[in-house]
């Protein structure tokens, strides 16, 4: 634990940006979900059994079997994380000009799409921008907007449709069955394919099974597995849902696809068979994805996140609505609304957060939502958040309590709250490294 006056120089030393703080000064980090939950004993036992072998190691072959067994997908390729099978996708099937539409975009994913010389473009529900709207699949792509932009730019010009299960930047929002069904037959159509962003699989399986008819009787795994088989290929980073510390894979079901991303991974990763990742790791990760699936599991780990969400709304504080999966979502233009938003609210909010109690949040607003890459004006996204993320099989209840109790408190003070000034831009990725001085 650390004192108010320690946290107003830790706070100025990182330049307001909750990324740039040192975890030992952190008191509950709900910085992300990312690596940070906690392996169980049987991955801690699997990490005991790496085979760190060069080429061929067992655990490769344990976990692609796991994967093929759960996901589906015939042709694995491990990568150090997420990012890792996004570049190598990205790479393979972008040509200069394409357009890849999405359902809302994600940061890494975006931007390996722009540096192959695509541009990426939004075709999520309008829903998914009103953090006010209830609507319960709001991670659902609009069918409209896709048709519209096949038949604007050409089939060809579409290398894939990127679909992710939930939607991170909307507030961890599920996509439905149904209209993934939809999108399956309207990519069939024009003969594009569907990239699966499988990040939070289990969570958005989770919700299906909850939520949408037909599905109150089948398992988050038989969910897992329908929503893989309507897709053509996926990049997974297994550090949300699968449950490791480090860790992902891009799968694939087109042959010609896999033995060029077999190829290329050796350039970017490693050799095909570990692609970055240590023997013991990819052991941890084959029987992460077993556990993530579990139905008790997956109650427990959206339970937590639900009951934290409900005491924040109780107490009257805006959050995005309906409740996502792996973190409740502060509307920091709601929060601050004397703030504009080139005040950067949501960057505010969470350094305020962490100046109150020493609860590590990370803004999700126009500082993630980086520039537009012609105009090179700020993106102004609808959606100004604060993600309060939590890990799986970390915290208990007692820890939501006192996240719940900083946040009224840093809500009863929003009225003197003046905003933020950015002093130093990266060209990438800016939300990562961006300094900032208070007004
Ligand atoms: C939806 C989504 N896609 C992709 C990624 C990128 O994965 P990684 O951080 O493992 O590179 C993340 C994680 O931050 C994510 O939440």
Redo the contacts with the bound molecule.
């Keep these: 634990m650390t004192s108010r006056e320690d946290r107003e120089r830790y706070i100025v030393e990182a330049g307001y940006n909750t990324f740039l703080l040192k975890s030992k000064d952190v008191y509950i980090d709900l910085l ?1 979900d ?1 690596g940070t939950s906690a392996m169980s004993d049987r991955q801690w036992a699997g990490i005991m059994m790496g085979d760190e072998a060069y080429a061929g190691s067992e655990n490769f072959y344990h976990m692609e079997a796991a994967i093929q067994k759960y996901y589906g997908y015939k042709h694995i390729i491990p990568t150090h ?4 099978a ?1 570049h190598l996708i990205s790479k393979i099937l972008i040509k200069p000009g394409d357009f890849i539409p999405g359902n809302m975009y ?1 940061t ?2 975006r931007l390996h799409q722009e540096l192959a010389g695509g541009t990426f473009v939004d075709v999520i529900v309008d829903e998914a921008h009103d953090p006010e709207s209830t609507f319960q699949f709001k991670g659902n792509i609009d069918l409209n907007k896709l048709e519209n932009l096949i038949k604007e730019k050409g089939a060809d010009k579409i290398p894939y449709v990127c679909m ?1 299960t939930t939607v ?1 930047l909307a507030g961890g929002q599920p996509i439905s069955l149904a209209n993934l069904r939809d999108v399956r037959a309207l990519t069939h159509k024009y003969g594009i394919r569907i990239v699966h ?1 499988m ?2 699989v289990a969570e958005n399986a989770f919700m299906i099974q909850q939520f949408e008819e037909g599905y109150k009787n089948k398992s988050t795994a038989e969910i897992v597995r329908e929503i893989c088989d309507l897709t053509d290929a996926a ?1 997974m ?1 297994s ?2 849902d699968a449950l490791v510390s480090i860790g ?1 894979f891009l799968a694939l079901n087109e042959y010609d696809v896999y033995e060029e991303a077999r190829n290329l991974v050796v350039v970017y990763e490693g050799l095909h068979t570990y692609g970055g990742m240590a023997g013991r790791d990819m052991e941890a990760l084959a029987i992460g994805i077993t556990e993530s699936v579990n139905d008790d599991h997956i109650r427990a780990r959206v339970g937590q996140v639900m009951y934290l969400g409900r005491k924040l709304e109780a107490a009257g504080i805006p959050i995005v609505k309906p409740i996502g999966t792996h973190g409740v979502f502060l509307d920091a233009k709601k929060f601050y609304p004397q703030l504009t938003q080139d005040k950067f609210p949501a960057q505010t909010l969470s350094a305020e957060i962490y100046l109150d109690s020493g609860v590590r949040s990370m803004e999700r607003g126009i500082v993630s939502a980086g520039r537009n890459k012609i105009t090179g004006d700020h993106n102004y996204p609808n959606l100004e958040l604060v993600r309060l993320t939590i890990p799986r099989r970390v915290y208990t209840q007692a820890h939501m309590d006192v996240i719940a109790e900083s946040i009224e408190y840093v809500y009863a003070d929003r009225e003197d709250i003046k905003g933020l000034k950015m002093t130093y831009e990266p060209k990438y990725l800016r939300f990562f490294q961006a300094i900032f001085e208070k007004l």
């Design positions: 992300t990312s994380q997420g990012r890792g996004e994600f890494t994913t992710a991170n962003d990040t939070r990049t980073s550090k949300k992902g």
